[in-house]
């Protein structure tokens, strides 16, 4: 239900925008966000932003990466400045709800930056 866009290959230095927008209507939602998984490594937390508008970074993406939101639309957003080759990595938005099922998980889009 949540479907991502927007990856690709980019040098170093220059910016993506993704994109996840979630099909159909879905009820009592906490927040959006966005983790990545890079070659060999465990899926970190990049960017989450609450129904509120209330946003939390990773500390290697603070200042480079902007998450926002359209709650109407349940679609959020991640603008990536200033990247560099290890952002490289699949990139999954997600959402998540209050009631069960908790998360929902968007099927990963590849953002690879190059040296």
């Known amino acids: 239900q949540l479907q991502a866009s927007g990856g690709g290959l980019v040098q170093a230095g220059g910016s993506l925008r993704l994109s996840c927008a979630a099909s159909?209507?879905?009820?009592?939602?906490?927040?959006m966000g966005w983790s990545r998984q890079a070659p060999g490594k465990q899926r970190e937390l990049v960017a989450t932003i609450t129904s509120l508008g209330n946003t939390n970074y990773v500390d290697s993406v603070k200042g480079r990466f902007t998450i926002s939101r359209d709650n109407a639309k349940n679609t959020v957003y991640l603008q990536m400045n200033s990247l560099k080759p290890e952002d490289t990595a699949v990139y999954y938005c997600w959402l998540g709800r209050f009631t069960a099922p908790f998360t929902y998980w968007g099927q990963g889009t590849l953002v690879t930056v190059s040296s």
């Open positions: 159909g209507t879905i009820s009592s939602v906490s927040g």
